[in-house]
């Protein structure tokens, strides 16, 4: 299991140039630690994450890292134009020195994007799974034509071509159609920290049903803080915790309210929940023991690839102090 980080570029403090430069800092000490991976977030219109133009930040951190992979979680593609997705894509794999892990996603749930983005609800699993065939065959080919419901293009051939041969491809999805393109295409999948563990199994056993050997790769993202003893640890979390529950509530009645599909149901404890238990619960959050247990039982119930850690305190030097503290007594007890 590779050990990563999980970038959401929060702005706690409300200076957003302080908050890009102590994500800066958090990754580079994560690449000091030997994590292999960093995941950066896509977010809009929001105030608390400052990663809208994710692709500008990660080609800064290609010039800042040498070592540590740099993955989208995710690009959501029904928001742009997959031609220049591509262009964007190949150019970054050449900064990063064939560093970059490519995941996807369609969005949600955030009103407030397919609405300013011109794309219905309805419409982003489609579109992001005709972007994505789209990109695919403009990174690797040349001369290519489309003629898909949403994109087109005719003898195109995009320059540069990506450094890696292959980029590996990560989909953000719980849908049967995502999981099928998914398993159709061996890419692999990727799980937010909010999802539940049954979901989460539910999800690679479909994908493994039609692809039995294309989930290994799977991407586990959790909210994080490993303190001297767990009540240290839910102290220091709780209040990012607490921001995170309320902010997602308050989306998801926005969404429910705004459905178009009389039967969309609210969301559930086995499904995906923003209570606070229960994030606390299914987040990697308490002393040594508790987190190496934690970690263990994801393990042994999704094979994980990577388990990527989003730092859970408001305060950096804390979140600094918990990396050090998982690679020193956790990281070792749970590969």
Known sequence: MKTGIFCNYENHHHDGHRAIFEQVTLIKQAESLGFEEAWVSEHHFNES?????????????????????LGTA???????????????????DNLCNGRLLFGVAKGGPF???????????????PKMLEAMALIQKLLYETDVSFNGQYYQC?????????????????????????????????????GGPPFSLQRLKNTIAKYQALNASGAENFVLARFFYVGKTF????SEALPFIRQF?????AN??????????????PFDRTNICFDEDYLIENSIIGDVDTCRDKIKKF????????????????????NLESLTRYNQEVRNYVF
């Open 49 to 69: 994450n400052l990663s809208p133009s994710m692709l500008v930040l990660m080609a800064h951190l290609a010039g800042l890292t040498s070592t540590i992979k």
């Open 245 to 249: 529950s309320q902010k997602m509530k």
């Open 252 to 265: 998801s009645a926005q969404t429910l309210h705004n459905s178009a599909n009389p039967n969309q149901k």
């Open 299 to 318: 393990q042994d119930e999704l094979n994980l690839g990577t388990l990527a850690l989003k730092p859970s305190s408001l305060d950096m030097e804390k």
């Open 231 to 234: 009540d240290e640890a839910v």
């Open 111 to 125: 009103p407030q994007q397919n609405k300013h983005f011109g794309t219905p609800m309805s419409e982003s699993r």
């Open 154 to 190: 005719d003898r195109l051939t995009i320059y540069p071509k990506p450094l890696q041969q292959k980029i590996p491809v990560y989909v953000a999805t719980g849908g049967d159609d995502g999981i099928k393109f998914a398993a159709k295409h061996s890419f692999s999948l990727m």
């Open 74 to 92: 995710a690009v959501l593609l029904p928001f742009y134009n997959p031609i220049r997705v591509a262009e964007d894509i190949a150019t970054l």
